[in-house]
Structures are given as C-alpha cells and as structure tokens.
C-alpha cells in the first residue's frame, strides 16, 4: 500500500520564524491534504491541494504530483501555530480507496 | 455554520458492552469517515462512506461496524468493545476538504 513519510518528525522555533514541512508519498495521489492538530486535539483542514500552489495568509503549500512531494510553508510562525500538521493522501488501488495519515510533524513555537 | 457534532466526548466502558459513537454533518457532504488516533500510530482510517448506504473499510475495520442509513448522520458501533479499541476517535465529513469532530475518547476497562 501507499507510504506517506513527514519531515522533521519535530521542530522547535522562534516566534517570526519561517519554516518548511515536507511529505512524500510513494504512489500517485488525486486528492492531498494538510491539516493542522492543535493542542487541543482539534483536527482543522489547511489545504485541498493534489497539485500546484496555494496560499493562506501566512501559510502557504505545493504539491509537485510528479516527484510525489508536497510542503507547506508556515511563514512569521506565531505561538498558536505549534501543535502537529499532518498531511493525508487519498489512495486508489488494489487495497483500497481510503485516506492515509502521514506521522505528522509536531511543532513548537516560542515566545 | 458548518459542523461536525460526535457524541459522547468522553466514554469509559466494560469489554463487551455495545456501544454507539454517533456522528452528525450539516454540510450535506456525501463522503464521511471514522478515524482512531493512538500514540505512535497517528491517525487510521477505520471505515468511510460514499454516500447513503455506501460504505466501506479502511485500514483498520475489525471490531467496528457503521450504518448510513441518512446522508447527515454516520454513527460507528462496538458491538464488544476490548481494551485495545481504547482510542481517540474521529468522525470527518467531507472528501476534498475533510471537516473533522470534535474527538471522542473511549476508554474500555
């Protein structure tokens, strides 16, 4: 079945700080997405995106479908940005048709 | 406003009582999901639904059942429940931009 790898597993920061999370996934997708878990435990969805670019005020995400990547961009990182941020992708093949979870990426900004 | 309601939020039980983890979405969406989330094995797919009495499983459906018998409800069963189903669950709605619920924690002694 399909792999879907994060990196950095963790990453601490300086409040203003930029960052870069990646993930790769072993098969071809149709359907990518970037969700952030607060630390609360609430699940919210940052970004549709298979292919290409797409910003968010201070976030941003690209998908390259073609080398099986995607990063989000977290820019001028604020406190509320720590938490983890999981990527999904949605597979279609001989096992199945279902979302699978990256490991996520926990961060940490400090005041 | 869009929501995604679960109920309970918490729940501590005994092995081998049913039970019913209901889910409800006002998004008219016609795709939804349950998750578990555990430490060290992030989040798993256990069953999704593509529309009204469409559903299928995911990567890890043993011990679970669900029903879609209408479009804005999606409720997960444990027709006997054992402690390694102890999780955190969510239900999601949505296929293209997933809408998740709030969590339910279950605890089964």
């Known amino acids: 079945g399909i792999q879907v790898e994060q990196s950095p597993p963790d990453l601490i920061l300086q409040e203003g700080a930029n960052s870069t999370l990646r993930c790769n996934f072993s098969?071809?997708?149709?359907?990518l997405q970037w969700f952030h878990q607060n630390p609360w435990g609430q699940l919210i969805n940052l970004f549709y995106?298979?292919?290409g670019t797409k910003q968010n005020g201070r976030l941003s995400a690209t998908t390259v479908a073609t080398e099986r990547y995607s990063l989000l961009y977290i820019s001028s990182s604020q406190t509320t940005d720590s938490g983890v941020y999981f990527c999904?992708?949605?597979?279609?093949?001989?096992?199945?048709?279902?979302?699978?979870f990256g490991p996520g990426t926990r961060l940490s900004v400090l005041p | 406003e869009a929501q995604v309601t679960q109920n309970p939020r918490y729940l501590i039980t005994v092995t081998g009582k049913k039970l019913t983890v209901t889910c409800s979405q006002n998004?008219?969406?016609?795709?939804m999901s349950w998750y578990r989330q555990d430490p060290g094995l992030g989040l798993r797919q256990i069953y999704y639904?593509?529309?009204?009495?469409?559903?299928d499983k995911g990567d890890v459906p043993e011990g679970y059942k669900v029903s879609r018998k209408e479009k804005r409800n999606f409720p997960l069963i444990l027709e006997s429940p054992s402690p390694n189903q102890t999780s955190l669950y969510f239900c999601?709605?949505?296929?293209?931009?997933?809408?998740f619920g709030p969590g339910t924690r279950l605890t089964v002694t």
């Open positions: 999601a709605s949505g296929r293209y931009e997933q809408y």
């Open positions: 098969d071809s997708v149709n359907n």
């Open positions: 995106i298979p292919s």
């Open positions: 999904a992708v949605e597979r279609r093949d001989n096992y199945g048709q279902n979302f699978v």
């Open positions: 998004m008219n969406h016609e795709y």
């Open positions: 639904s593509m529309n009204v009495e469409v559903t």
